[in-house]
Each structure stands twice: as C-alpha cells, then as structure tokens.
C-alpha cells in the first residue's frame, strides 16, 4: 500500500501571498486530518475531514481552510500569509471510521517558509 | 480541553543506558498512542494501548498505560543512536480527535 502523500515537499512564499498544499491519503481512508508543527508550540491541530465533511476544527484563524474531494484526497490553504505561518504541514490519514484502534498515518509533511 | 504534558522535554543519554518518558493528562482518553519522529519527516506511530494497565513491548521499548487511562509511559532499554528522535504521545478523545503532547527530544551519544 502507498503511504500518505503531501506536496510540495517545500515551500517559500512572501507575506501576503496564498498557499495551497495537497494531501493523498492512503487507499481506502476516508479522514484526513492537518497540523502544523514548530519548535516552540509542537503540534498543533488544524482540521479534519472525513468524506468530504469537516468533522473536527482547531483553534486557528479562518485564514487556515480546507477540502477534501470524492477521493479523499484533500487540500489546505493558507491566505494573506504571515511570518508567523512558518511551518512544518503535516497531513495525517485514517480509516475515520473511529473506535479506540483508531491510527494515524503520517506523511512527510511540507516545510513552508514565509519570508 | 484535554491537554498532554509530557516530560522531560530534552534528554541527552549515551547509548546503552535506560530513558523513561512520561505522558500525563488530566483527562480519561480511549486509546492513547507513541510516535517517533525523525527531522524533517511525519511521525510515525510506533504503538497503541487501549486497555487500562496494558503493558506493550517492542524489543526494548516497553509502553504502559495508567490503569485510569489517563496517562503513559515510555521505557527504552540500551538506548542505541538508531532511537533518537522526537517522541510524542498522543490521546484519543472525543469525537475521533487526536490531542497530542508537546514531545520529548531524545538524542542518543555513541
């Protein structure tokens, strides 16, 4: 099985600028779940959709936006970019279908640098 | 909200000797799972307890969780260079939402 794919792999925008970032599950997972990662705050949950429906929302301004597509592949993006969104973008699949042994599946995430 | 805390933040070692790391809430989670995460790269998940006590081993890593599952350990035996990383617990709650911890550094001297 293919393992979860995000691209880019890295990212420099300007402040001001858009971003989108894209995200392939795993065969046959229908959650996909964002986060961001940097050194000073670890982890941090954006969104998770599950078949196409956002299920869960962090704590992040409506700058931060999602989708997901019939084929569970999903999107986020990030408009009127800050320096402060610098960052590591982690997407993580599941088979959503919840229950305790439910798992996370990580890509290798995309580095975005704004300048 | 549930928060993780997980301790120690850092920790420098040399190979062979033994680490625990701790992962503590104040909140009960369903299931709650450990993740290594190299630089540069996801987290990839090493375990997952559900079961209230449950001990799990894998070769010389051994995961407990609270008997209130509310929290967990992670115990490495003869740390080798090949485990350093960054350590994160994660929590499972409500909702099928994943609350993770703020992570342990681990770096391993030959």
């Known amino acids: 099985k293919a393992g979860v794919t995000q691209t880019p792999r890295y990212l420099i925008k300007t402040r001001g600028q858009q971003v989108t970032l894209s995200c392939s599950p795993i065969?046959?997972?229908?959650?996909v779940s964002w986060y961001q990662q940097t050194p000073g705050q670890g982890l941090q949950f954006l969104f998770e959709?599950?078949?196409?429906?956002?299920?869960n929302k962090g704590n992040f301004p409506g700058r931060f936006s999602g989708r997901q597509f019939s084929n569970s592949r999903s999107e986020m993006n990030v408009s009127t970019l800050e320096l402060g969104d610098s960052a590591l973008y982690l997407c993580?699949?599941?088979?959503?279908?919840?229950?305790?042994?439910?798992?996370?599946?990580f890509g290798s995430g995309t580095q975005l640098s704004v300048l | 909200t549930q928060l993780l805390k997980q301790s120690p933040q850092f920790l420098s070692i040399q190979e062979g000797e033994n680490l625990t790391v701790y992962c503590n809430s104040s909140?009960?989670?369903?299931?709650l799972q450990w993740y290594r995460q190299e630089p540069g790269e996801g987290p990839v998940l090493l375990v997952t307890?559900?079961?209230?006590?449950e001990v799990k081993k894998l070769k010389r890593l051994t995961f407990q969780f609270g008997d209130a599952r509310k929290d967990s350990s992670l115990h490495i035996t003869a740390a080798q260079p090949g485990d350093t990383g960054l350590y994160l617990c994660?929590?499972?709650?409500?909702?099928?939402?994943?609350?993770f911890g703020s992570g342990t550094k681990l770096n391993v001297k030959p």
């Open positions: 994660a929590g499972l709650g409500g909702y099928n939402k994943f609350y």
């Open positions: 993580a699949s599941s088979p959503g279908t919840g229950g305790r042994h439910e798992k996370l599946f």
């Open positions: 065969s046959g997972h229908r959650s």
């Open positions: 307890v559900v079961t209230g006590g």
């Open positions: 959709y599950f078949s196409e429906t956002q299920r």
């Open positions: 909140s009960v989670f369903s299931s």
